[in-house]
């Protein structure tokens, strides 16, 4: 299984609102990522968990709060975001060590109002 | 820093050219990836290449790293219309990160 799944596939939220993007990977990997991509654009990192905490966090804002529960899962969660926070959100795991090939799940596409 | 840069950034050809998508880095990059993604679609790993003069082919695909060059060049082979998609080249210093060019956007055309 060379799967990373990722819910929802589309979201829609206010600048309000509160919600959660989910990924899960059953490839036994220890590392997993949130990028986020713009269109036209390629991926920007965001987080890096690694077996579990977090390894790196590319000075984005504390609207976007990450959390890894187990090694199986990752969650970003958001709040307060902002229009220009549209984008495709990306999550990818590899086998650890930053030497290994990144999987990539296939994105959940938010727009933000 | 590492910098990639991919050209050219948009390709148009008919199906059963040649062609070659250039990625060239600035820095020792300790591997450099292929990545495909297809329009709203996810990335999908095409290519790892792992040394200098590595060569490495799937179907019309193939990928070549020189590193005293720093370059990698993936070169489509009597291409047709399935290919049509933004090919990514990303390179990395050893850490987690990956740092991408801007994407070379292939359209085959009959």
Not at chain 1, 85 to 92: F, V
Not at chain 2, 11 to 40: A, F, H, V
Not at chain 2, 70 to 94: K, N, Q
Request: glycine share 6%; net charge positive.
């Amino acid at each position: 299984d060379t799967e990373v799944t990722q819910t929802p596939k589309h979201l829609v939220m206010g600048m309000t609102n509160k919600k959660s993007l989910k990924c899960e990977q059953h490839m036994g990997h220890r590392a997993m990522y949130w990028y986020k991509q713009k269109a036209k654009k390629p991926p920007e990192l965001m987080f890096v968990y690694s077996y579990e905490k977090l390894s790196i966090n590319e000075s984005v804002p504390s609207r976007f709060s990450p959390e890894c529960p187990n090694s199986s899962l990752l969650n970003l969660h958001l709040h307060a975001l902002q229009p220009e926070d549209s984008a495709l959100y990306l999550c990818a795991s590899s086998q650890e060590g930053s030497r290994e090939t990144q999987y990539f799940g296939p994105g959940t596409r938010l727009l933000v109002l | 820093e590492l910098k990639v840069e991919q050209n050219p950034l948009f390709l148009s050809m008919q199906e059963g050219k040649n062609y070659t998508i250039y990625c060239n880095y600035s820095t020792t990059s300790d591997r450099l990836y292929w990545y495909r993604q297809d329009p709203g679609k996810s990335l999908e790993s095409l290519f790892v290449l792992l040394s200098n003069g590595a060569v490495k082919q799937e179907g019309r695909l193939m990928a070549s790293l020189d590193t005293k060059a720093r370059l990698s060049t993936l070169h489509i082979t009597a291409a047709v219309h399935d290919l049509s998609a933004t090919y990514f080249c990303a390179g990395t210093l050893g850490g987690y990160a990956l740092n991408f060019g801007k994407g070379t956007s292939l359209l085959v055309t009959p």
